[in-house]
């Protein structure tokens, strides 16, 4: 038995089978987006309100999955509260800093492995072991689910244009620049029915209507 080629073999088999397991690490693991503590407050009184938090670097890999802080975003969660009998418009073109769609946001953390894909296809090229193929096909894959599963789950934690409803709550992030975020914002709710617009704030998070 030649000793020296099996060798040989079993280096191979074990390189490519290294290069099989590293090609599955694409992947998206978040944890769903609770809503944020509210100030308790009386019943009977007719009020809107609403808690933030900015999320640190811990808390964008624990609910995004992915450093956006990195990329120049800043999420801020907001938890908004209609305590009252009025249907009240929210708008993200209310605010006083600029936020950016999540579709963008999550576009710019895409998990991507063209360079490894290229690394793997070039060695099989040169070295003619078309096992080393199997992994750029494995991780394009996998990034494709990955990058599917963030579109979707950015999406559904991201607070879009909406109507809220009477003694109801919202819940989800806003994506701003990092250079642009400031601790103290404000946006605005608005009942059309009345024509009236309610503003909220960082300063002032809870009024009476």
Same mark, same amino acid.
């Not at 890999?61 to 995004?64: A, R, S």
């Not at 400031?182 to 309610?198: R, V």
């Given at each position: 038995m030649n000793f020296k080629k099996l060798s040989s073999q079993v280096g191979l088999f074990g390189l490519c089978l290294s290069l099989l397991l590293l090609s599955g690490c694409a992947h998206y693991r978040a944890r769903p987006l609770q809503k944020l503590p509210a100030t308790i407050r009386q019943s009977s009184e007719q009020t809107v309100s609403f808690e933030y938090h900015a999320l640190d670097r811990s808390d964008c890999?624990?609910?995004?999955d992915r450093n956006v802080q990195a990329k120049g975003y800043q999420p801020i969660q907001l938890t908004i509260e209609n305590n009252s009998l009025r249907f009240l418009y929210f708008s993200l073109s209310s605010f006083d800093i600029p936020c950016i769609s999540a579709n963008e946001v999550a576009s710019t953390v895409h998990t991507s492995t063209v360079g490894r894909a290229v690394g793997y296809t070039v060695a099989g090229l040169v070295t003619f072991i078309w096992l080393l193929f199997i992994p750029a096909i494995v991780d394009g894959i996998g990034s494709d689910k990955a990058n599917e599963q963030l579109d979707i789950d950015f999406a559904r934690k991201a607070m879009h244009n909406q109507t809220i409803a009477p003694n109801?709550?919202?819940?989800?992030?806003?994506?701003?620049?990092?250079?642009?975020?400031?601790? /103290?914002?404000? #946006?605005? &709710?608005?009942?059309?029915?009345? /024509?009236?617009? #309610?503003? &909220?704030?960082?300063?002032?998070?809870?009024?009476?209507?």
């Open positions: 890999k624990d609910y995004l109801s709550t919202i819940n989800g992030l806003i994506f701003v620049p990092y250079e642009n975020f400031n601790d /103290n914002f404000s #946006f605005s &709710l608005a009942d059309h029915e009345k /024509n009236e617009h #309610f503003k &909220l704030s960082t300063v002032k998070r809870s009024i009476k209507i």
